[in-house]
């Protein structure tokens, strides 16, 4: 018998054999339990749906909360400019823009107006996303609520409220892909789409900061006063 037959032979037996140990005709003979061990070691398609499932999956802070403004200065002031250190890796204008179109077409869809890009806001979401690399949450490295942000030198949104959502995710995919797999995210978080779609909010600032391997991103919401 030829080497290529010997193969064929042997692929045949070890499915007819699968077969036999997972169809349960050999149950209860020591044929049926040698094979059904063999089976128990193999992957099961449930588990090839939870691996699945775990891949790239990304952490996303539940929030909704709104807070009085506390800063009584309204001169005009322009944004500051902010920029992470990895910016040059990835094209943040094409993910804060199409995570911007995306807000506006799902708001769009709901019927509650859409949001009018702030460059305050676009320079104190940059903020928060380069530091959720240090401390992913709503609190801030320094200890303080996210909203102590909009007292940073430079930074003046006088707001009546405000909102914040955060995001990150292993960067695998184009940029415009990232965008929208964040995005993606917080529309299946209850409290981000209630951010995203929340009909008071007037404005948007998005932020997004990229360490060489994770992406981070920020959505800033405001109405000013």
């Known amino acids: 018998m030829t080497f290529i037959r010997k193969l064929l032979v042997l692929t045949i ?31 099961s398609s449930g588990d090839f749906d939870r691996l699945d499932l775990s891949f790239d999956q990304t952490p996303f802070i539940n929030n909704s909360f709104t807070l009085p403004s506390s800063s009584s200065n309204d001169e005009e002031l322009e944004a ?3 920029s992470s250190d990895q910016a040059d890796d ?9 995570i911007i ?15 009018t890009s702030n460059d ?3 320079s104190a979401a940059t903020i928060r996303a380069i530091e959720t690399e240090e401390l992913f949450s709503h609190t801030r490295p320094d200890g ?24 990150m995710a292993t960067h695998y995919l184009s940029d415009e892909e990232m965008a929208e797999l964040i995005f993606n995210g ?3 978080s209850e409290g981000h789409y209630e951010n995203m779609i929340r009909p008071d909010f007037e404005e948007i600032g998005v932020g997004v900061h990229y360490d060489g391997e994770y992406l981070y ?9």
């Open 90 to 98: 990835i094209d943040v204008d094409l993910i804060e823009n199409t």
């Open 217 to 225: 991103a920020t959505q800033l919401f405001g109405t000013q006063r």
């Open 144 to 167: 303080s609520d996210a909203f102590a942000v909009f007292d940073e030198e430079g930074i003046h949104y006088p707001y009546r409220v405000a909102g914040e959502n955060l995001g």
């Open 186 to 188: 917080w529309v299946e």
């Open 101 to 115: 179109r995306l807000v506006n077409e799902l708001r769009d869809e709901q019927g509650v107006g859409t949001l």
């Open 13 to 43: 037996t070890l499915i007819v054999g699968f077969w036999l140990g997972t169809s349960g005709i050999l149950n209860g003979t020591t044929v049926g339990n040698w094979m059904n061990t063999i089976v128990s070691y193999l992957p």
């Open 120 to 122: 305050m806001l676009r």
């Open 80 to 82: 500051p400019s902010v």
